[in-house]
Antibody, heavy 115, light 112 residues
Framework: QVQLVQSGSELKKPGASVKVSCKASGYTFTSYAMNWVRQAPGQGLEWMGWINTNTGNPTYAQGFTGRFVFSLDTSVSTAYLQISSLKAEDTAVYYC????????WGQGTLVTVSS | DIVMTQTPLSLSVTPGQPASISCKSSQSLLHSDGKTYLYWYLQKPGQPPQLLIYEVSNRFSGVPDRFSGSGSGTDFTLKISRVEAEDVGVYYCMQSIQLPQTFGGGTKVEIK
């Protein structure tokens, strides 16, 4: 069965970087795009963008350019979200999601930014 | 960006009673391919969102038939014919006709 398994919670200081992973299984990784969605504490869902898993070409939503980078390692069927120069307002749960051939979401990764 | 507006913000429903959530988009979600790219998700506490309805009115695999979606253009509705305890959570509508994909603000459903 299709699964997206994300890396565990992270506690980071302001100014640091974090890299969240999303490992896919149960389907051909390069068949479907990977999306990233942010959910701040107690808030709604915000689409951050997506990455073409065939070409590696990322598309970022406004507000997620510059410090946010989507990347892939197709050899291990894994997508990554890296956030640099972390700020307190980056504290959120980050989800990866694939909508091709179904609708699949990772379990979410809580990133907490606090001094 | 397309703005998705959901009402109400919250609902408290007696088990077995119906519930209805409205979603309005700032632009038509009808694509030239004839499809309308409006989706409904339920996010249960502590879980990722799960797809209920795609393209306005199609129930996703495994979704009980007490859930139904309707609407067209810019006005959409999700109905639960008889709310059950397991239906608690936050419901979101989402559009994908235009990037960025955007979500409604959510409707929290709780049981009385």
């Amino acid at each position: 069965q299709v699964q997206l398994v994300q890396s565990g919670s992270e506690l980071k200081k302001p100014g640091a970087s974090v890299k969240v992973s999303c490992k896919a299984s149960g389907y051909t990784f390069t068949s479907y795009a990977m999306n990233w969605v942010r959910q701040a504490p107690g808030q709604g869902l915000e689409w951050m963008g997506w990455i073409n898993t065939n070409t590696g070409n990322p598309t970022y939503a406004q507000g997620f350019t510059g410090r946010f980078v989507f990347s892939l390692d197709t050899s291990v069927s894994t997508a990554y979200l890296q956030i640099s120069s972390l700020k307190a307002e980056d504290t959120a749960v980050y989800y990866c999601a694939s909508h091709g051939g179904g609708d699949y979401w990772g379990q979410g990764t809580l990133v907490t930014v606090s001094s | 960006d397309i703005v998705m507006t959901q009402t109400p913000l919250s609902l408290s429903v007696t088990p077995g009673q119906p519930a209805s959530i409205s979603c309005k988009s700032s632009q038509s979600l009808l694509h030239s391919d004839g499809k309308t790219y409006l989706y409904w998700y339920l996010q249960k506490p502590g879980q990722p969102p799960q797809l209920l309805i795609y393209e306005v009115s199609n129930r996703f695999s495994g979704v009980p038939d007490r859930f139904s979606g309707s609407g067209s253009g810019t006005d959409f509705t999700l109905k639960i014919s008889r709310v059950e305890a397991e239906d608690v959570g936050v419901y979101y509508c989402m559009q994908s006709i235009q990037l960025p994909q955007t979500f409604g603000g959510g409707t929290k459903v709780e049981i009385k």
